[in-house]
């Protein structure tokens, strides 16, 4: 089954168009697409398929989320306002080996 990979789509009809703008970075969709696709290949390496993610909202969180779409890995966010214990109480209970992090 193919899924669809919206950002690779606008990437290839229109690369040169903004995707992703913020005050700090403007990213075409090409910019975009290289971006996930780089860390889709990382993704890639991890034998897990669900990921916990614990990070602030901000374009490499985007980047994140749109390649674990495309590497088919399933990101488990965990709130970066919890307590170390209580993220500790959720990596346990959910069985996560793998965390990434701001």
Same mark, same amino acid.
């Given at each position: 089954?193919?899924?669809?990979?919206? #950002? &690779? $789509?606008?990437?290839?009809? $229109?690369?040169?168009?903004?995707?992703?703008?913020?005050? =700090?970075?403007?990213?075409?969709?090409?910019?975009?697409?290289?971006?996930?696709?780089?860390?889709?290949?990382?993704?890639? =390496? /991890?034998?897990?398929? &669900? /990921?916990?993610? $614990?990070?602030?909202? $901000?374009?490499?969180?985007? #980047?994140?989320?749109?390649?674990?779409?495309?590497?088919? &890995? /399933?990101? #488990?966010?965990?709130?970066? &306002?919890?307590?170390?214990?209580?993220?500790?109480?959720? /990596?346990?209970?959910?069985?996560?080996?793998?965390?990434?992090?701001?």
């Amino acid at each position: 089954m193919t899924i669809p990979d919206p #950002v &690779r $789509q606008w990437a290839e009809r $229109q690369p040169n168009a903004l995707a992703l703008v913020t005050p =700090r970075v403007s990213w075409t969709w090409a910019d975009l697409d290289a971006r996930v696709d780089a860390c889709a290949r990382q993704l890639e =390496r /991890i034998p897990q398929k &669900r /990921i916990g993610v $614990q990070a602030e909202t $901000q374009p490499d969180l985007v #980047v994140l989320v749109l390649a674990a779409l495309r590497a088919r &890995r /399933i990101l #488990v966010p965990l709130s970066t &306002r919890w307590p170390r214990a209580m993220l500790d109480h959720a /990596i346990a209970n959910l069985n996560l080996t793998v965390l990434i992090t701001d």
